[in-house]
């Protein structure tokens, strides 16, 4: 696979891997389930492993808790989080961002709140009393975050409205689709996700509210990690989207560009994050 990523994309093909030397480690937060992140971001392992001419290991979680231990640990060098993630590593962990997500060809992100389109729900006041599935649990940047900010503005408090959690973003609109729930909270990209669109019938759900665009999700390495490694990660990761093969490695993760970014582009999510943290 490494050896046919390099044909196309055009560069020699490398000398081999080196048995014994260490892995860089891959790690991407479950923002959909293990086996769809394995398969989707493989082809993203192989090209790094291929140009990096050393191995990369790509490694998940099957939950938040779960893949938050690995960042604790700092077991994971290079990694693609959801902004709070990313943040709290930032401040606790030593972690750099070096890159966002572009995706659908947009390079930023809203929370929002869904509802069934036949559910009656017309206003986030109408959310009194309800069940809200907030999609990753409360370090959901976008799928929790987000959303009880746009609740806060409202004027509901959490005690206005039954929290509860879906284990990833699609999980929680596919439930509220389900009936399990009236609401979900998640970022308003998820709604375009295959896995959510191959699952319910087109204008099932409805988008009751939208939060402002932020930055998208982040990818980020150990600080204490070679800055020309660093650069090295950064630019052949921006130059995927430059070629026919590069963007195949990109679609398969559900990519349409991978950008160069830095740790202030993420100072509007802590100003949300504060916000809605300080008001528990």
Do not use: C
């Amino acid at each position: 696979m490494a050896l046919l990523l390099a044909l196309l994309i055009g560069v020699g093909a490398p000398p081999p891997v080196q048995a014994m030397e260490e892995p860089l480690v891959m790690g991407v937060f479950p923002r959909r389930n293990a086996k769809a992140t394995y398969r989707m971001f493989s082809p993203l392992a192989s090209y790094l492993e291929t140009m990096l001419k050393r191995p990369v290991r790509l490694e998940t979680g099957k939950d938040f808790p779960t893949f938050w231990k690995k960042v604790e640990e700092r077991a994971l060098d290079l990694v693609h989080f959801n902004q709070l993630h990313y943040i709290r590593a930032h401040d606790k962990f030593g972690y750099d961002a070096i890159l966002m997500n572009e995706e659908f060809g947009e390079s930023t992100l809203s929370g929002s709140l869904v509802v069934r389109a036949n559910s009656g729900i017309r206003t986030l006041d109408d959310l009194r009393g309800k069940t809200i599935l907030f999609g990753g649990g409360r370090s959901a940047m976008m799928s929790f975050v987000a959303p009880r900010y746009l609740l806060m503005q409202a004027g509901l408090k959490e005690s206005d409205y039954i929290s509860k959690y879906a284990l990833n973003p699609p999980n929680a609109a596919l439930s509220v689709a389900h009936h399990q729930a009236e609401a979900a909270g998640i970022g308003q990209v998820v709604l375009r996700l295959p896995t959510v669109t191959s699952r319910i019938e087109p204008g099932q759900l409805t988008t009751l509210a939208v939060g402002d665009p932020l930055p998208h999700l982040p990818w980020a390495v150990k600080s204490d990690m070679p800055s020309e490694l660093q650069r090295r990660i950064q630019k052949l990761m921006v130059d995927l989207a430059g070629t026919a093969a590069g963007r195949k490695v990109l679609a398969s993760a559900g990519l349409t560009a991978l950008l160069a970014a830095e740790d202030g582009d993420f100072d509007p999510h802590r100003k949300m994050i504060n916000a809605v943290f300080d008001a528990q």
